[in-house]
């Protein structure tokens, strides 16, 4: 089973509209910890949230928010006032609690298009 | 502070010859990992280095391997490179091993290397 699935492939939206992209996880583990990071089309990985899986609330990060429903285990990522810059590939991730092991497991990607 | 730095940042290689990525975390950060970023298999981890130990790998053949030096920076070594080799690789360091937590669980990636293999 995947651990980290996301969805959509892509997704439009209006410049300063704002825009939700999927994703969804499977862990056993109790202690885990859930990232979002962009990918433009340069290449390089842009941190943007994280949710640990103790957190009470919700994450967020200027115009990021990280809508976390663990009994359902969701974890999408709002971007509000949607800006051109935004355009660029999404990913979510999952740290894993278990051990010292620290890799983190992608989703497939969601490639945002924000449109003037 | 300056962020992850990785060099060279495209390389051009024949199959069956080799090739060294180097990778620079942030300072003051101790873990170093490795990924490939290919368009049918997405992003794969391939090892992490803490303390120059290995502390983790990936499903990937032997022909891939890693160090770390004392000074945190990193190297990994692909051995008889194949056409499939064509990736992104991209390293990515954190303040250290533990518990899940954000300050230390945050793992910021370098600009990646575009490695193509004719």
């Known amino acids: 089973a995947q651990k980290i699935t996301q969805t959509q492939p892509g997704m439009f939206v209006q410049e300063k509209e704002a825009v939700t992209l999927d994703c969804t996880y499977d862990t056993s583990d109790q202690s885990y910890g859930l990232f979002w990071y962009k990918q433009p089309s340069s290449g390089e990985m842009i941190f943007l949230i994280y949710?640990?899986?103790?957190?009470?609330q919700n994450a967020t990060e200027g115009r990021y928010s990280l809508n976390f429903q663990k009994a359902r285990k969701s974890a999408n990522l709002v971007i509000s006032a949607s800006q051109l810059g935004d355009s660029a590939m999404y990913f979510c991730a999952m740290r894993e609690g278990r051990g010292s092991a620290r890799q983190l497991t992608f989703g497939s990607g969601t490639q945002l298009t924000v449109l003037p | 502070k300056a962020g992850v730095t990785q060099t060279p940042r495209y390389l051009i290689k024949t199959r069956g010859q080799q090739v060294t990525l180097s990778c620079s975390p942030i300072s003051g950060h101790r873990s170093v990992s490795w990924y490939q970023q290919t368009p049918g298999q997405g992003l794969q981890f391939l090892f992490e280095y803490f303390s120059e130990t290995q502390r983790n790998k990936g499903n990937f053949p032997g022909r891939f391997s890693g160090r770390q030096f004392s000074n945190s920076r990193s190297e990994m070594n692909v051995s008889t490179l194949e056409l499939g080799d064509s990736a992104l690789y991209l390293c990515?360091?954190?303040?250290?091993?533990?518990?899940?937590?954000?300050?230390?669980?945050?793992?910021?990636f370098g600009p990646g290397t575009r490695l193509t293999v004719l």
């Open positions: 949710q640990g899986s103790y957190d009470e």
């Open positions: 990515a360091s954190s303040l250290a091993p533990g518990l899940v937590r954000s300050s230390t669980d945050t793992q910021y």
